[in-house]
């Protein structure tokens, strides 16, 4: 069974970095692809960034696409999703997820962490 712990996250101010970790446990983490997605108050759940086993193709949605990197350690079986220019509207809960392709598409995958509060006011 895949489980995935995410970690980071917190209140910054319009501008700020916050760096999210997700650490993934029971199988071969180099075998799947992650991605990032958020779910802010009253929307629906979007998706932020994704990459392929390898960390080659990263892919972003076009709101966080220059502020955002999406990369990985397999050694480490971490991904982590680097948010820089913070701005409100990206206050939402973020959740590390993981499956077999790097697909903008949450039903793709299989795997989700816990979620965690981003919150970015001044």
């Known amino acids: 069974q895949v489980q995935l712990v995410q970690s980071g996250g917190g209140l910054v101010q319009p501008g700020g970095s916050l760096r999210l970790s997700c650490v993934e446990s029971g199988i071969a983490f180099g075998g799947l692809a992650v991605a990032w997605f958020r779910q802010a108050p009253g929307k629906e759940r979007e998706f932020v960034a994704s990459i392929r086993y390898n960390g080659n193709n990263p892919d972003y949605a076009n709101s966080v696409k220059g502020r955002f990197t999406i990369s990985r350690d397999n050694a480490k079986n971490t991904a982590w999703l680097q948010m820089n220019s913070l701005k409100p509207e990206d206050t939402a809960v973020y959740y590390c997820?993981?499956?077999?392709?790097?697909?903008?598409?949450?039903?793709?995958?299989?795997?989700w962490g816990q979620g965690t509060q981003v919150t970015v006011s001044g």
């Open positions: 997820a993981a499956g077999w392709a790097a697909v903008p598409t949450e039903g793709r995958y299989t795997w």
